[in-house]
Antibody
Framework: QLQLQESGPGLVKPSETLSLTCTVS??????????WGWIRQPPGKGLEWIGS???????YYNPSLKSRVTISIDTSKNQFSLKLSSVTAADTAVYYC?????????WGQGTLVTVSS | QSALTQPPSASGSPGQSVTISCTGT?????????VSWYQQHPGKAPKLMIY???KRPSGVPDRFSGSKSGNTASLTVSGLQAEDEADYYC???????????FGTGTKVTVL
């Protein structure tokens, strides 16, 4: 059964870069049937798609975040990663990684990232 | 990248039914039969409840059902139980250049 696990610092300083990694187990990240994405949820608010990557390396970003987001994939480690630059307090959120296609999403457990000095 | 519109809240007594709407456009909800619904309890990750408008994954009670008419999809929870109290989000495919379309979320309260 496929599982996804986010990892990375829980506290990031303003203006710095947030970096998270998602490790996929129980299945291959090289599947041509799925995208691998990042979604975030600020405290008390709804879900916001950040971006996704295909196993080939093609990336798709939310236009509102595109200038600050980089998503990459490492098929040898079965991992994909998120970098969000120039963070502010507004980027404080639970960050989820997910496997998805046009049918549905399968979510990791999420990790809280707080932006604070 | 516009969010799908859901009512902020819905409620019902145990045993009753509640229906949540999810309104989009012909470019997302109305254009594809790929609407999914997720249940999220506090502090937990979203859980898939309905996919492809009306299909239930294994293990999801048949009290949960989905439908669609035009640009609006709906999730109905029948025979409400205390454990159904949660936030619910819809999502729709919107084309290969517009991934990640979610609803605004609905908080369901069991009275």
């Amino acid at each position: 059964q496929l599982q996804l696990q986010e990892s990375g610092p829980g506290l990031v300083k303003p203006s710095e870069t947030l970096s998270l990694t998602c490790t996929v187990s129980g299945g291959s990240i090289s599947s041509s049937s799925y995208y691998w994405g990042w979604i975030r949820q600020p405290p008390g608010k709804g879900l916001e798609w950040i971006g996704s990557i295909f196993y080939s390396g093609n990336t798709y970003y939310n236009p509102s975040l595109k200038s600050r987001v980089t998503i990459s994939i490492d098929t040898s480690k079965n991992q994909f990663s998120l970098k969000l630059s120039s963070v502010t307090a507004a980027d404080t959120a639970v960050y989820y990684c997910a496997r998805h296609n046009h049918v549905s999403y399968l979510w990791g457990q999420g990790t809280l990232v707080t932006v604070s000095s | 990248q516009s969010a799908l519109t859901q009512p902020p809240s819905a409620s019902g007594s145990p045993g009753q039914s509640v229906t949540i709407s999810c309104t989009g456009t012909s470019s997302d909800v109305g254009g594809y039969n790929y609407v999914s619904w997720y249940q999220q309890h506090p502090g937990k990750a979203p859980k898939l409840m309905i996919y492809e408008v009306s299909k239930r994954p294994s293990g999801v009670p048949d009290r949960f059902s989905g439908s669609k008419s035009g640009n609006t999809a709906s999730l109905t929870v029948s025979g409400l139980q205390a454990e159904d109290e949660a936030d619910y989000y819809c999502s729709s495919y919107a084309g290969s250049n517009n991934l990640g379309v979610f609803g605004t979320g609905t908080k369901v309260t069991v009275l």
